[in-house]
């Protein structure tokens, strides 16, 4: 087995970067290893394109590069599942990326979790608030404490006293016990209200009076009970457009946004899609025992262009259908199975005239590709794909928009 480790950089002439692509084109089966001294989305991406088995952050542990360099085999030596591909080794793992957006979140979120103040966590479906709810009470000082989660679009209304506060025997007919809710399961630790913008004005108004007062009584009781809770909620609804329709409280806002962590939709960090591809490629390599090394280019580009309106959710579904219909000991997926390309038929249609639409944003960017790439909405390495699909090169001086309109 041919395997080479290489420190790189993200310098655009990186004396390890240039190794690593000559290694490539030497040999299409070597096992390259990429140490990344100085991050960035660019540096992840052509790891990617080299066909890099993995890209670690210093500092690297023995059994890490051990397993790095040898694959499955090692994994059985040192106790670490190894799957495939590149994989984002932040100080938070659970939370993969190198986008600047999910960079700011990680650093904003490392501040937070130091405090004990309350958290409203905003984003669309599926972009992982609860992860990063998760992630703050597991980096704070509650760790060792519950973490306990409400759904509050899940719970009717007429349970939400029962579900929050719990009750005593008798409280109600099949009352045959006392039994805690939620508020007392979280003490000392966290509490979680997932979909708050979906919780009632009435539930409002009761969890309102239990978080000013940390106290509350258990249906069917008379003995206040008192709690010590950290505040986390999380929404995909526009909170201040309840506001202003009176369908969600002003006081309990103000109580609960006061950190707020707005996360991005992939479309915003579509440049971290070959990272969670790998992640999940490496999650599912687990669950099925399959030994899945990479993703192909051409099903990469398939992936890179679709907007993921279901945004990180979509994605992990996408990657469990492959591992669905793989064929026993496929290490490459070539193509995307039917069933997701006809669903993305349906929802993509890209417009007839994409080179000229490419064409139009490099001139209005003056030929800047981060930023056509940007305004597009693909990642870089789409945006290089279509040019070279649509063999559009600039001239020794690129005709730019500036030079248009002094002509």
Not at 325 to 341: I, T
């Given at each position: ?87 984002s080794a932040t100080a938070s793992d659970a939370i993969v990326g190198e986008s600047s957006a999910i960079l700011s979140v990680k650093r904003f979120l ?262 056509a790439a940007r305004k597009l909405e693909w990642s870089r390495m789409t945006l290089y794909r279509k040019l070279a699909k649509y063999n559009i090169q ?14």
């Amino acid at each position: 087995m041919d395997a080479a480790i290489l420190e790189c950089s993200a310098r655009e002439h990186d004396p390890g970067l240039v190794l690593a692509r000559r290694i490539r084109s030497l040999n299409q089966h070597a096992r390259i290893v990429v140490i990344a001294i100085s991050g960035s989305e660019d540096l992840a991406i052509e790891a990617l394109r080299i066909r890099a088995v993995e890209y670690l952050k210093p500092p690297v542990d023995e059994a890490t590069l051990i397993c790095a360099v040898l694959g499955a085999e090692a994994a059985g030596m040192h106790g670490r599942p190894v799957g495939s591909g590149i994989q984002s080794a932040t100080a938070s793992d659970a939370i993969v990326g190198e986008s600047s957006a999910i960079l700011s979140v990680k650093r904003f979120l490392s501040k937070v979790a130091a405090s004990d103040t309350n958290v409203l966590i905003t984003g669309e479906t599926g972009t992982g608030k609860e992860i990063i709810a998760e992630q703050i009470h597991a980096l704070g000082s509650r760790s060792r404490k519950p973490f306990v989660s409400v759904n509050c679009s899940a719970i009717p209304e007429t349970l939400i006293e029962s579900e929050l506060f719990g009750y005593e025997r008798g409280a109600f007919t099949g009352a045959v016990g006392t039994r805690d809710g939620k508020l007392a399961q979280a003490d000392k630790g966290t509490l979680f209200f997932d979909e708050i913008g979906d919780m009632s004005p009435l539930a409002q108004a009761k969890i309102l009076r239990a978080i000013e007062s940390r106290e509350f009584t258990r249906l069917g009781g008379n003995r206040p009970i008192r709690v010590d809770v950290r505040l986390i909620a999380a929404t995909n609804r526009d909170l201040e457009s309840l506001l202003r329709e009176d369908r969600f409280r002003t006081d309990l806002f103000f109580r609960l946004n006061v950190a707020r962590i707005e996360l991005p939709s992939l479309r915003e960090r579509s440049s971290d899609i070959p990272l969670l591809i790998q992640h999940f490629v490496r999650h599912y390599n687990r669950v099925f025992g399959a030994a899945v090394e990479r993703i192909s280019g051409e099903a990469l580009e398939q992936m890179l262009a679709y907007p993921f309106p279901g945004n990180i959710r979509e994605l992990k579904n996408v990657v469990e259908v492959i591992f669905l219909h793989l064929a026993p000991g496929q290490k490459v997926v070539q193509r995307l199975p039917d069933q997701v390309l006809t669903t993305w038929r349906k929802i993509t249609r890209l417009p007839q005239d994409e080179r000229d639409r490419l064409v139009k944003t490099l001139l209005q960017t003056e030929w800047n590709v981060s930023a056509a790439a940007r305004k597009l909405e693909w990642s870089r390495m789409t945006l290089y794909r279509k040019l070279a699909k649509y063999n559009i090169q600039p001239e020794r001086e690129p005709l730019t928009a500036s030079k248009l309109r002094a002509s």
